[in-house]
């Protein structure tokens, strides 16, 4: 057993956007999607690592204030694929590819809103 952390999930109302913002996305960095039941979606490497999903109270989805998920890519291209893959199927930018030195000195990073609203990042070391 290697890393923390089992899965993450995070609230979306629209599952189809979500599941087209996401499927482009993390198609481009190699982590497809590996679930689809009628509430919930799933992508990853190796296992279902991210899921969206409407909530389970029934009531909308909101974003955190503060929160975001962060993606492993290999290298500065695929962060860049996966940003222009994100814009094209329904994100909003919230910050260009490019270096983040403030981070560490080999940090490169974008960040985006789903379709939802709720941050994700893209990054490679």
Known sequence: MTGVIGHVSLGVDD?????????????AIGAPRRVTFD??????????????GTPIDGRP??????????????????????YAAGLAAGGTGDGDPGPRPEY????????????????VEVYSL
């Open 61 to 82: 989805a909101s974003v955190g204030n503060g929160t975001h998920v962060a993606f492993l890519c290999e290298r500065p291209e695929q962060v860049r694929a996966a």
């Open 15 to 27: 599952l189809d956007a979500a599941g087209r913002f996401y499927d482009g996305l993390l198609g």
């Open 104 to 119: 560490t000195p080999d940090y490169y990073a974008a960040f985006l809103r789903d379709p939802a609203g709720n941050k």
């Open 39 to 52: 509430a919930a979606l799933a992508w990853g490497r190796d296992h279902a690592e991210f899921w969206v």
